[in-house]
């Protein structure tokens, strides 16, 4: 299958500072990625959708002006997380597709703001 | 009505038992399903993926789907305790984008 990367892969910040998570596709070229959140026992919670160049569709409920993504390049998209809070601590996943093809995710990002 | 539904378990099976997930959908246009796998503390990781009713076969795996139920199961054969873990069922939605079900979790006891 397709090769899908994250870095950080554990990041630990204080509260109220910005955390940048990058998503790469590595052997292929993403037009959608997508970023989840998924807490401890519970289920992946989709986030928001982008593409390639344009804006990103937020899911409801998630705050766009807290979770900022930038999908600048066909194998790039970061997540932003502004002015971290405790409550932001949670495991971020990406995933990436080509056109109408199977999603791959990477490996996630566990996030832990104190 | 959840988009997606999976019972959540936990389902436990003997090993070289027959592990049966099951998963239902709710949107009738769907028409791309998939399997995940999860392991504890890891992100999910494609098992299978079926787009037209019946069996499809992949080493110990089988899934099954029925478009006239909405109804989509993954089989695992000759189960080992190293396929316990987390079994998420994913639906392509009529956007294109994948929705995914609560996930079953499966423990196989040696």
């Known amino acids: 299958g397709a090769v899908v990367s994250q870095h950080p892969s554990r990041v630990i910040c204080k509260s109220g500072t910005s955390v940048k998570i990058e998503c790469r596709s590595l052997?292929?070229?993403?037009?959608?990625m997508f970023w989840y959140r998924q807490f401890p026992k519970k289920s992946l919670m989709l986030m928001a959708t982008?593409?390639?160049?344009?804006?990103?569709?937020?899911e409801q409920g998630v705050e766009k002006d807290k979770f900022l993504i930038n999908h600048a390049s066909l194998t790039l998209s970061t997540l932003t997380v502004t002015s971290a809070h405790p409550e932001d601590s949670s495991f971020y996943i990406c995933?990436?597709?080509?056109?109408?093809?199977?999603?791959?995710f990477g490996p996630g990002t566990r996030l832990l703001v104190l | 009505q959840k988009e997606v539904e999976q019972n959540s378990g936990p389902l436990s099976v003997p090993e070289g038992a027959i592990a049966s997930l099951n998963c239902t959908y709710s949107?009738?246009?769907?028409?791309?399903f998939f399997w995940y796998r999860q392991y504890s503390g890891k992100s999910p990781e494609l098992i299978m993926s079926?787009?037209?009713?019946g069996d499809k076969e992949d080493g110990r795996f089988t899934a099954q789907l029925n478009k006239a139920s909405q109804y989509v199961s993954l089989l695992i054969r000759d189960s080992q305790p190293s396929d316990s873990a987390t079994y998420l069922c994913?639906?392509?939605?009529?956007?294109?984008?994948?929705?995914f079900g609560a996930g079953t979790r499966l423990t196989v006891k040696p």
């Open positions: 995933s990436a597709r080509r056109l109408a093809e199977t999603q791959y």
């Open positions: 052997d292929f070229q993403a037009t959608t």
């Open positions: 982008s593409n390639e160049g344009s804006k990103a569709t937020y």
């Open positions: 949107d009738r246009v769907s028409q791309s």
């Open positions: 079926i787009y037209s009713n």
């Open positions: 994913a639906v392509n939605d009529n956007n294109n984008d994948m929705r």
